[in-house]
Each structure stands twice: as C-alpha cells, then as structure tokens.
C-alpha cells in the first residue's frame, strides 16, 4: 500500500513535469532564464517553508552542509542549467539528452546506495531510452535554439545534475520529512543563484512580464516546483531511485500527448518512440524492489 502512495506521488509529478518544458519555453521569452529560475525559487520557497515548519523546518536549516549540496544540485543547478539550456537549444533535443538520466542514477545508485540493477531493470531502461530517442528525433517542431550544441551541453549538465540530487535524496530519505527536506533545498537554491540572476539583471535589465507571463511563473513556481518537488521527495521514501528516475522518461511522452490535444500530429515514429517508453516503464516496475525505510 506505501508503495502505491509513492506511484501516486510520482505520477501526479510527472503530469506536471510534463507541461514544465512548454511553458518554460514560452515564459523565456519574457524573462531571463537566471531570473525565472529565482522567481520560481522564491515562490516555491514561500509556498513550502510555512508548511514545512508544522514538520520541524527552521530557517538555519537551509544553510546546513547536507541541504546546501541538495539544493545545490537538485535545485539550482538542475533549474538554472536546464532554464539556459531551453534558451538555447530546442524542446525535442532536451528530451533526447534528459532520456539518459536514468541511466546514470542507475549506474549511482549501484555505485553509492548499493541497489541491484537486474536484466529486467536494465532491458527497460534501455526499452525507455530507445523509445525517448525516437520521440526526439521525429519532433515535429523545428529547433529555433541560437547556440543548440551549447545549450545541448548544459542541459546535459542539468541531467547529471539531477541524477546525483535524486542519489542524495534517497541517502536522506530516513532522516529528514520529505517536506523539510524540500523546503531547507530550496533555500539553500535560491542563495546560490541570487548573485547570479543578480548579474543578469544588470546586464540585461529587469523583465518585462505580460499577464499571461506572470501567471505561467506562477504556475511553474507553485505548481511545477513546490508542489512537485515535495511529490518527488514522498515518492523516494517508498521507491528506489533507479526504479523513481525510470519514469521520468514518461515526461516528454505527456508533452506530445499535450500537444496533441491541442491540435498537433506526431509521426507515427513518435508515437512508436512513445509506446516503447511505456513498456520499458512497465518492465523496470516488474523488477523486486528493496523494502524501503519507512519515515
């Protein structure tokens, strides 16, 4: 029963995660990527710290050592990499490089948090990868990124980034509520990026936000981030995080679902590309799993 709470937590993620390339694309168009990055931060941060209080958080939480790497790697860097990266690159490449994230929290978590990674897990990851692959490469929409291979690199950057963030994540999982431990990450985020969406707003001024702007980053601050980020930390208590980043994969196949809705055609190599997603999705769930600490 705990696991299902953790695939409840994990799906309701995804279904939001699934919206986040989208909007982040659209809203980049008014803002920087360093300052929406922060905003989202201080909205986030504003949303769970009240909440996480009831559960123990304090405000000096925020700069112990272990939440200043988590909300180095999870947070900040993941965010504000990925945030450049969209500014530079296309939607379909980004899908295509974060396919591979499981892939490498598999290969850590074997490494740091000892979990066995059996032929079943390793034929769906590879099913998952396969399938991402071909999503991306038969993307409808043409690529308007100026520097693609850069912005390729950091949103390479930004995968590994969340890989050792989901590692840490599972290392803490029996220490810390998973809402405390979103909250302290957050903050300790926002104060590694501040100086340098500081530097970007002197360089190229404040952003100049139409209605429909500020209502996507309040979306993506809210929604996209607090809300989705506690989800993911609950899903880790329950899931290991080789079986946990395996369905991250489902992230882009929700986009092309989104997109279809509103009137776009995928080829039919996309759709191929997402049904291997969800097989190989459905094979790593088959594996056993570790019984997990409960919190």
């Excluded at 909205?43 to 988590?70: H, N, S, W, Y």
């Excluded at 929700?254 to 094979?283: C, D, H, N, T, Y």
Aim: aromatic share 10%.
């Amino acid at each position: 029963m705990r696991n299902q709470h953790g695939f409840v937590a994990l799906i309701i993620t995804l279904l939001i995660w699934g919206t986040t390339f989208l909007v982040t694309k659209v809203v980049l168009q008014e803002i920087g990527p360093l300052q929406l990055t922060v905003l989202r931060f201080a909205l986030a941060f504003l949303v769970l710290a009240p909440l996480a209080a009831r559960q123990g958080f304090k405000l000096k939480d925020v700069f112990r050592p272990t939440f200043m790497l988590f909300g180095l790697t999870g947070t900040a860097l993941y965010y504000s990499l990925q945030n450049l990266g969209l500014s530079l690159t296309s939607i379909s490449s980004a899908s295509l490089i974060l396919s591979i994230v499981p892939v490498i929290t598999a290969v850590l978590a074997v490494i740091f948090l000892k979990e066995s990674l059996t032929k079943l897990r390793i034929l769906g990851i590879g099913l998952v990868t396969i399938g991402m692959i071909l999503v991306a490469l038969n993307s409808s929409g043409s690529s308007d990124g100026s520097n693609p291979w850069l912005g390729n690199i950091l949103i390479f950057a930004s995968g590994l980034a969340w890989a050792i963030y989901t590692i840490q994540g599972r290392k803490m999982v029996g220490n810390y509520p998973a809402l405390v431990m979103t909250a302290a990450s957050t903050g300790a985020g926002l104060i590694f990026l501040l100086p340098f969406a500081g530097w970007e707003t002197v360089t190229s001024g404040l952003p100049h936000l139409s209605p429909l702007g500020i209502l996507e980053i309040i979306y993506l601050g809210v929604a996209a981030f607090a809300l989705t980020m506690f989800l993911w930390n609950y899903a880790l208590h329950y899931l290991t995080a080789s079986v946990a980043s395996t369905y991250l994969n489902l992230v882009p196949i929700i986009g092309v679902a989104s997109g279809f809705l509103l009137g776009e055609r995928p080829p039919w190599l996309q759709l191929v590309g997402g049904g291997l997603a969800v097989l190989g999705v459905w094979i790593s769930s088959l594996t056993p799993r570790q019984k997990m600490p409960l919190p």
